[in-house]
């Protein structure tokens, strides 16, 4: 095989090795445009898809930037800086992924005075991150760029312009307003924009806004309307929006809610009054979107065509206004309910058969004073699991609760007693045993230390020779180690031990004082009892949180005596 000249491969690898070594030193570019009205795909020169051409043209002749990523946030405006793409780019700097920024101008980057001057003069010096604003002619590695006034003055004429165009749009709004022209591409249901866009004027769908108020009028609830709406196919609010923005019949979005229906019937757009101003936002101040008290609502009355009769309009706020006081009595009633009829035993009790919660429910005695107790039913269907409707009062659970935990308390008592006598048993006393223990191992140490030492005297008076003396040196050395560190486990042990000893001691003080409460304890239920069981039979099982005190002291105590 013929060989390949060296003389015509060197040019070649040299070329690649440069190549790659200009990339290395290329500035790792990121561009950024910001729109902040959506654009809907129409390149005007403030659009995103021109301000992006621009910044991809001026990287591209700028041989010392190489463009890594484009950052694009539409509809977001330059007085706040909490926007997705610019908070990724950021993120994308803090990494080091990018080295550097281009913008059109510094109305694109940011508008607020105070924080673009922020990024501009502190974070990105900090960062080392270069920053271009083409159009300003601004570049921060030229120090006159930095040290200059025209940035902080257009910067300030940027956050000025941003609050006269706030403030311009709030008057064309106002405007509008006074006039009786709607401010709001959201028009209500059975309404549309004319052909001019100053006027509402109905739609088909007014037929169906008539019916919901003759529908409520009769005494027929916003369930039931809502019900009928979807029996009858009616097309809910906004079903086309709804449709485009999920794309295509999502069923959660196309079915009637009877807040639906209560907003409709809570609009008076269906008596021709247009009203606006219910949110205001100031952008430039940092305040988003934000609900209006209703006095300060714009209301213009006959804007335009009313499909409802104002007496009618009136009948149903009347009528809602006494629903709404007739709930809230009963929501008085029922909160009342609930203060005298608490449920002592939440989320603790489950059937004995299906193992799942029991439902909680408030009944009343059948006397002449409303009294009402508490019941704890299974309402499982014997088709579906192995056990039918079963009910038991909660007072009942009160009682075996309490039965039970005064159960425990004694067995409790009796392991004390128990322990008791084994640590003041003579042969059972694992205290002294651990103590014997220590005695024995420090007197071990004691002795490996003094025969350690007399190996060098065996060594000069030459009746050990070098080798020997070493190896016994060592092995003295590591028995010395492994006594020591049997001792520290003793002592820890023991400290171990006597810590247990101590909380079981604590902990059975207060078990103690628990033998003479006959009075239910919520809080002491709830910190002892995981779970309830309740049998067809109303047979009880109860299961505790709580495991033996002494538990642990018994097993290091039965490990000290094996040993």
Request: neutral net charge.
């Amino acid at each position: 095989m013929a060989r390949k000249s060296r003389k015509n491969m060197m040019p070649q690898a040299v070329t690649q090795e440069a190549v790659q070594q200009n990339e290395k030193e290329l500035l790792r570019t990121a561009a950024y445009a910001r729109l902040s009205v959506e654009n809907g795909g129409h390149e005007t020169e403030d659009s995103l898809h021109t301000q992006i051409l621009q910044i991809h043209n001026y990287i591209r002749g700028n041989p010392e930037l190489t463009l890594t990523d484009t950052y694009a946030d539409n509809g977001f405006t330059g007085t706040r800086f909490d926007r997705p793409e610019f908070e990724r780019m950021m993120q994308d700097v803090r990494i080091g992924k990018i080295q550097c920024i281009v913008v059109k101008d510094l109305s694109r980057f940011g508008r607020d005075y105070i924080e673009t001057g922020s990024y501009l003069e502190t974070i990105f010096p900090m960062l080392h991150v270069r920053f271009i604003a083409i159009n300003d002619d601004f570049d921060n590695i030229r120090q006159s760029d930095v040290d200059g006034l025209a940035v902080p003055i257009k910067n300030m004429v940027n956050s000025l312009y941003a609050k006269d165009i706030s403030k311009k749009i709030s008057l064309s709004y106002q405007m509008r307003r006074e006039k009786g022209i709607p401010t709001s591409w959201c028009t209500p249901y059975g309404y549309q924009l004319n052909q001019q866009g100053n006027k509402l004027e109905a739609t088909e769908d007014a037929k169906w806004v008539k019916l919901i108020y003759q529908w409520y009028l009769a005494g027929v609830s916003t369930n039931e309307i809502a019900r009928r709406l979807e029996f009858l196919e009616v097309a809910r609010p906004n079903e086309r929006l709804n449709r485009k923005l999920h794309e295509g019949d999502d069923p959660t979005y196309n079915k009637w809610h009877p807040s639906t229906v209560l907003r409709i019937l809570n609009s008076s757009a269906y008596i021709g009054e247009l009203v606006s101003g219910k949110t205001q936002t100031a952008s430039y101040k940092g305040i988003g979107l934000h609900p209006v008290e209703k006095r300060e609502w714009h209301i213009v009355e006959n804007a335009h065509e009313a499909i409802i009769l104002k007496s009618d309009f009136e009948k149903v706020q009347a009528r809602r206004e006494q629903n709404k006081e007739k709930r809230e009595r009963a929501m008085a009633r029922s909160k009342a309910t609930r203060e005298k009829c608490y449920n002592h035993l939440s989320g603790m009790v489950y059937c004995g058969c299906c193992r799942r919660n029991m439902t909680f429910e408030r009944r009343v005695h059948g006397t002449v004073k409303e009294t009402h107790y508490g019941v704890f039913i299974c309402k499982r269907k014997k088709n579906t699991t192995p056990c039918a409707y079963h009910a038991v009062p909660e007072k009942m659970l009160m009682m075996v609760a309490m039965d039970q935990i005064h159960h425990l308390v004694s067995t409790m008592c009796e392991e004390e007693k128990l322990v008791k006598d084994m640590m003041r048993g003579s042969n059972l006393d694992s205290a002294r045993s651990i103590k014997m223990k220590e005695n024995s191992i420090l007197f071990r140490i004691q002795e490996a230390e003094e025969r350690r030492l007399r190996l060098y005297e065996d060594y000069k008076a030459e009746i050990l020779d070098e080798d020997e003396y070493s190896q016994l040196k060592e092995h003295y050395i590591a028995e010395k180690q492994r006594l020591e560190h049997e001792l520290q486990k003793q002592r820890q042990r023991a400290l171990e031990l006597e810590k247990r000893i101590r909380i079981c001691d604590a902990q059975m003080e207060r078990m103690r004082g628990i033998l003479n409460q006959n009075e239910f304890d919520e809080e002491l239920v709830h910190e002892l009892i995981k779970r309830i069981y309740v049998g067809m039979d109303n047979s009880v099982e109860v299961e505790f949180k709580c495991s033996d005190p002494y538990q642990e002291v018994l097993a290091i105590m039965s490990e000290v005596q094996n040993e």
